[in-house]
């Protein structure tokens, strides 16, 4: 599984870099930059809690 974000829908609240710290960053601006994009396995669920999170529904969990 891979994680994608929608940078039109991003407004930076960075909650998915604080829960997914091996994929996202967050640039000087707060909004966040994908590392990588794939997932290992043991962070599935954090991933699908991070799309949970996402104010601005901009996060998703896609199978690769
Ligand atoms: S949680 Fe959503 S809105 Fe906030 S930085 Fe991440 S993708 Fe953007």
Known sequence: M???I???RCTGHGTCAQLLTDNIS???WHF???E???LREAH???AKRAVQLC???AISIVEE
């Open 6 to 8: 929608d940078p039109t």
């Open 55 to 57: 104010p601005e529904l």
């Open 26 to 28: 967050l640039d000087k």
């Open 2 to 4: 891979k994680v994608i």
């Open 36 to 38: 990588r994009s794939k």
């Open 44 to 46: 599935f669920d954090l």
């Open 32 to 34: 966040p930059i994908l």
